[in-house]
């Protein structure tokens, strides 16, 4: 389920496809959009919770900086590939990504109308859909130790947001508590999202959640199966070693019986005239 989303948000490893840029740009660019996608985030509460006006400054700041770069990004991939409609497949999420940032930029909470909530909402999804799986397909099954790390990060990073957008949250540690109940869809109800701001940033910890939960239980299926596999591979090569063994004695046996039939023919040359 999770490789058919990824091949649907266009993340897959296939990298020498057509659309897709050479290797080393498409590794560099990766970080890059990733990085361009978490501005994202802080832009978008900043608008939404920020109550003064450098807030809002700031957010449409942000949001001015995603489209700029997802801007260059795109440029820099189209001027890499041969195929123009392999690149509007594989890049059609990040256009409309683009062109929502800049829809973005202006305009005041209190002054949003149904549909521009709507249409913001959805923005928001696309961000976190594409850096969930954006996130996914950059680190290896075994790379354990990456996403352990990653996801402390976003958990501390989570428990600050809960901390300053939710008012029942009165510390640090509950904002913690929160994000991690959030990020692992557990839901204990001891402290709940009340406000508009924090039940948008509970999903984006829902979603975000997914994409971590689902690649730290891919590495440790990994381990195990890894280790499966080298036995297997250890018990591979013992039994090609010891068929290369019995491989060699049968030739050498080969080799002595006919080696004794030469010199049997030498020796008793008159059987074989017999014979014939």
């Known amino acids: 389920m999770t490789s058919q989303l990824a091949r649907f948000f266009d ?33 978008f509460y900043l608008m939404l ?21 997802l801007a260059g990004h795109l440029l820099l991939v189209w001027r890499s590939v041969q195929d ?13 990504i683009l062109l929502g940032a800049v829809a973005s930029i202006g305009g005041h909470p209190a002054h949003w109308t149904v549909s521009e909530w709507v249409l913001r909402l959805v923005f928001s999804a696309m961000v976190a859909g594409r850096l969930a799986f954006a996130l996914l397909s950059s680190f290896a099954p075994m790379r ?4 352990v790390v990653v996801g ?22 509950d904002g913690l508590w929160l994000a991690f109940t959030s990020g692992a869809t557990v839901g204990y109800g001891d402290i709940v999202p009340t406000t508009p701001e924090s039940r948008v940033f509970a999903a984006f910890m829902v979603l975000l959640g997914f994409g971590i939960l689902s690649v730290t239980t891919a590495a440790f299926a990994a381990l195990f199966i890894g280790e499966e596999e080298k036995q297997f591979q250890r018990e591979l090569h013992q039994d ?13 046996e080969l ?18 005239a017999v014979h014939d």
Do not use: C, K
């Open 255 to 272: 080799h002595a019986l006919r080696d004794e039939g030469r010199h049997s023919r030498r020796n008793h040359p008159d059987r074989n």
């Open 144 to 147: 354990l130790a990456w996403v």
């Open 152 to 173: 402390g990060v976003m958990l501390a990073l989570a428990g600050a947001g809960f901390y300053w957008l939710e008012p029942t949250v009165n510390s640090y540690a």
């Open 49 to 69: 919770a920020g109550r003064q006006e450098w807030q809002w400054h700031l957010g449409e700041a942000l949001y001015a900086i995603v489209a700029i770069g």
């Open 11 to 43: 993340f897959s490893e296939e990298d020498q496809r057509a659309g897709a840029p050479p290797e080393h740009l498409h590794e560099r660019l990766r970080w890059l959009v990733l990085a361009l996608l978490t501005l994202s985030i802080p832009a």
């Open 84 to 96: 123009r409609r392999a690149f509007f497949r594989r890049y059609w999420l990040d256009g409309l």
């Open 240 to 252: 090609i070693r010891t068929l290369r063994r019995e491989v060699s004695a049968l030739r050498r």
